[in-house]
């Protein structure tokens, strides 16, 4: 049976970690607002450049660009996005866990898999199960911005213009709401317009459209845009979904915390009323003895 000094220096410890857990989730709080007021600022532009592809897609060819060609599926890229940071709950092992069935369920399919990682925490796990990390991205989630984004689309568009991919996933956790995050499976190239899920809009046959300056200078440029902002995007999904389940995570924390220092009280006032006792029988026991 613990001491009541034992006692005190566990209530004592069990106190600052309810301390850090509570700042922590306040913490993460407001992260979440800021990173969910970034993600509903871009969500229009992104939602307007899935529908401009969309209704491209009704009216070009496949052969009208390289981004929309599709071929066996030989050599493919998978870019994970998990955090940089943990205590986050389940939220990172999720997302490597799904990257390690992706790869593994697609070993028949794909002649090779290159791995792409965004966030510390997916590097980790994946080197930790003897995977082969081709691309780390370790400094795009600090300050997430469109430029970041951008540079790592034409890395990926290039490489699959030049035949050296033949398509390019993406795997993030897709903000709910604080409590909820869905892994989402998303392929980046080649550019199915028709799976985009958008509506379309209504198009007559016999409409002809003039593209200015050419059809192909205006795919050349939205293309390769859609590339950009799905991976801009995904980063920002999957950050607010980071501080969501860290808020969620310390939130139990801080519960589990409190029931633990009223258990550890109660055993204390327990212990310490039983030594009281103790000691006013030994003192009656003692007068008694004098008599």
Known sequence: M?????????????????????????????????????????????NGVRQVIADLGMRVN??????????????AMVIVVTSDRGLCGAFNANISKRAERYIKDNEGGHEQIDLAVIGKKGRE????????????????????????ASEIGAEIVSRYIDNG??????IY???????KQDIVVERLLPILPEEMGVELRPVEDTR??????????????????????????AV??????????????????????????TRLTMQYNRTRQA????????????????K
Do not use: C, W
């Open 208 to 233: 002809e459209f003039l593209y200015e300056p050419s059809m192909a200078q205006v795919l050349e440029a939205i293309l390769p845009l859609y590339v950009n902002v799905r991976l801009y995007f």
């Open 62 to 75: 496949r052969d009208a660009h390289p981004l929309l060609a599709v071929r066996p599926q030989k050599h």
């Open 275 to 290: 030594a009281i006792t103790t000691e006013l029988m030994e003192i009656v026991a003692g007068a008694e003895a004098l």
């Open 125 to 148: 796990y994946l080197r930790f199960h003897n995977y082969r990390i081709n691309r780390e991205y370790m400094d795009v989630l600090t300050e997430p911005t469109m430029e970041r």
């Open 2 to 46: 613990a001491t009541l000094k034992e006692l005190k220096k566990r209530i004592v410890a069990v106190t600052k970690t309810h301390q850090i857990t509570k700042a922590m989730k306040m913490v993460a709080a407001a992260k979440l607002r800021r990173a969910q007021a970034n993600m509903e600022r871009a969500k229009p532009y992104a």
């Open 236 to 261: 920002l999904e999957s950050l607010a979904a980071e501080m969501g389940a860290r808020m969620t995570a310390m939130d139990a924390a801080t519960t589990n915390a409190e029931d633990m220092i």
């Open 165 to 170: 991919l033949d398509a390019a996933y993406i």
């Open 173 to 179: 956790n897709e903000f709910k709401n604080a409590a």
